[in-house]
């Protein structure tokens, strides 16, 4: 079933929404050459919690982390840890902060110092593919034709999407109906959207091959190509009109 949150509700998940994606833009400016994951992990938990919310990943199905930090080929859910970054890495943060009852979730992919063309071109498309998506979150249209409008942008720029892992909605639970596909295939399901609908859209994008394989930690989500993936993600609202990203990248939190 998928809830249509009321105006109360809404008001909280901007709350939220505002919180998780200044979180995400603190990671973002901490990525440089010499910073290691675990401290944008540490600054990220330090920073949520003083905003008087929780960490949505934190013990998630045993998830040990407050963000999710992919490198490279690593595609998501990269644990934070030892590992160094580097430059000419992309580095992809994932974040979720819950605040009285409600979830926000996002994502961005940033470069750390000097990167390669094709790196580049694949966070641009993986970024602009969301606001592809975008155009058709509102009423009138249905959800395939936001997941068809994500595929068609990032093929067309010779990449591929990720089908094992899809958006999602969320309110109160940070998983909830519907899901949220990257991409079209005839048998899914065909949700209208409706005013109050609160979804994460969250395009992964392979610079190669579609296929992905878990790691022995079984959280981390790699390429099987060994190539690079980028990732984009807000929690959006749907309206009567333009939707609403409640995990605006310019958000300040209050
Ligand atoms: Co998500």
């Known amino acids: 079933m998928i809830t249509l949150k009321s105006s109360h509700e ?7 929404g505002r919180i998780t994606a200044a979180a995400r833009a603190l990671a973002g400016a901490m990525v440089a050459p010499g910073v290691s994951t675990r401290e944008i992990d540490k600054a990220v938990y330090r920073f949520i919690t003083s905003q008087g919310a929780v960490p949505s990943f934190l013990h998630y199905n045993g998830y040990p982390a407050s963000v999710c930090i992919s490198v490279n080929d690593e595609v998501i859910h990269g644990i934070p840890g030892h590992r160094v970054l580097r430059e000419g890495d992309i580095v992809s943060v994932d974040v979720g902060a819950y605040k009285d009852g409600f979830h926000g979730d996002c994502a961005a992919t940033y470069p ?8 580049r071109r694949l966070i641009e498309v993986t970024r602009q593919s969301f606001f592809e998506g975008l155009r058709y979150a509102r009423e009138g249209y ?12 990032v093929e067309s720029n010779g990449f591929s999407v990720v089908r094992e892992y899809v958006g999602h909605g969320i309110g109160s639970k940070m998983h909830e109906a519907p899901e949220v596909p990257n991409y079209v295939e ?16 969250e395009p992964m994008v392979n610079a190669g091959g579609a296929a992905v394989k878990v790691m022995p930690d079984g959280w ?35």
């Open 142 to 153: 249905r959800l395939p034709d936001l997941s068809g409008a994500i595929q068609r942008y």
């Open 112 to 119: 750390c110092g000097e990167i390669s063309e094709e790196a």
């Open 220 to 254: 981390t989500v790699k390429t099987a190509d060994g190539r690079l993936s980028a990732h984009y993600e807000n929690t959006i609202l749907i309206t009567d009109g333009e939707p609403e990203l409640l995990t605006d990248p310019d958000a300040k939190p209050e």
């Open 10 to 16: 809404i008001q909280l998940m901007r709350q939220a």
């Open 186 to 201: 005839p048998r899914m399901g065909r949700p209208r959207f409706l005013r109050g609908m609160t979804i994460a859209v």
